[in-house]
């Protein structure tokens, strides 16, 4: 299998969850899988109503055959009232117990900003620290000394994992590529090698998270990224090239045609044979709250952003994370392969 499939949770009940339809029909939900989306109704046009009293954040989506739209993402205890132009959708819902809301303006103030400089950080990389704070993590700033250091410390059931944060900026020809998207609405085409500024931030993280474990022990170690200008460079496919390999298609001579796809090794980037010092790569994700797909500088009208961390376990790992450890503080984790697994308790 080549992409990464979700680690599922264990339903979370005693919740309230009620939509009220155009014709004033309800349905209320009491319990719903954590990080899943699951079907609610049929979308009808008209007015519609949402009350997530829950205290749990709750995204709204309208999926039909070939196409979706975010509708909005709920806070605890919120209600939302919207008009749907049109039939032939499903209201869909997914329960995000570790996502949490940031306001954007407040971010770019001096305050902010002063203390992200206090910590010797950026401001996305202090917004990641206040989310892991937010999410119930005993997140700590290592400070810098002698030896080269990861940014963080995390506690987890098993002990104490190294957490080294990269973040992804525009190079020279993504700066160029913004600007002529900004003045004329295209871009001259690249070729972009999936995987290579991933495998870049790993293979720096590598001897930061080395040194560290040499010191204190050997266990589970962790790359965090963060892409805050949209960049894809920490989608699903990049992170499969950087811990499974490659994907690479065997193609007929005759006509063409797709006859096999396998992962393959690329020893100049980061195969997974040298990835076995990261237990998982955890991606920061952000999206503003009123539904849009990504959050970009033209997207700066937005006031509130949800943020939400995602955990993509390395397969080959020598000292893995177990999914149990995670799931304490819910954050949606994907693993690589075919490994069937099994459910797994939130806040446990």
């Known amino acids: 299998m080549f992409d990464p499939t979700p680690i599922p949770y264990e ?3 005693g919740l309230d969850i009620a939509a009220i339809s155009p ?10 899988a ?7 109704l049929d979308l009808q046009q008209g007015d ?34 919207f008009n749907w132009p049109g039939n032939h959708y499903k209201l869909m819902a997914t ?7 940031f306001n954007l303006p407040l971010i770019d103030t001096d305050t902010f900003q002063q203390r992200a400089r206090t910590l010797k950080l950026t401001k996305w990389e202090y917004l990641f620290y206040q989310y892991m704070i937010a999410a119930r993590t005993s997140c700590r700033r290592i400070p810098e000394e002698e030896f080269r250091t990861p940014d963080f410390e995390v506690v987890l059931p098993k002990g104490v994992v190294p957490v080294e944060l990269k973040e992804f900026s525009r190079n020279e020809q993504e700066r160029i590529d913004a600007r002529l998207l900004s003045s004329q609405a295209y871009t001259e085409g690249v070729t972009v090698e999936i995987g290579q500024r991933l495998a870049k931030a790993a293979n720096s993280a590598r001897s930061q998270l080395r040194s ?22 920490a989608d699903p496919d990049q ?9 690479t298609l065997r193609i007929a001579k005759r006509d063409g045609s797709v006859v096999g796809a396998f992962r393959e090794e690329n020893r100049h980037r980061a195969p ?38 995602l955990v993509y376990h390395n397969a080959h790992a020598n000292h893995p994370v177990p999914p149990s450890a995670i799931a304490r503080f819910g954050f949606p984790q994907f693993a690589f392969g075919s490994t069937v697994h099994s459910a797994v308790q939130a806040f446990v």
Not at 23 to 32: M, Y
Not at 95 to 101: E, G, K
């Open 239 to 247: 992170i499969g090239a950087v811990l499974e390999g490659h994907m």
């Open 23 to 32: 014709a004033g029909t309800l349905r209320r939900v009491r319990s719903l």
């Open 212 to 233: 560290y474990l040499q010191r204190h022990g050997y266990g589970p170690a962790i790359l965090a990224v963060i892409d805050p200008c949209g960049l894809h460079h």
């Open 272 to 309: 997974y044979d040298r990835n076995e010092i990261l237990s998982a790569i955890a991606v920061l994700s952000f999206w503003p709250r009123e539904g849009s797909a990504s959050l970009t500088e033209t997207q700066a009208k937005h006031e509130e952003i949800v943020v939400d961390l």
């Open 48 to 81: 519609w109503a949402i009350y997530n009293d829950s205290p749990f954040m709750l995204r709204l989506e309208a999926w039909s055959a070939s196409h979706f739209s975010d509708i909005r993402t709920l806070r605890p205890s919120e209600f939302w009232s």
């Open 95 to 101: 329960l995000l117990i570790s996502a949490q809301v």
């Open 34 to 40: 954590p990080n899943h989306r699951t079907e609610l």
């Open 11 to 13: 339903p979370v009940s």
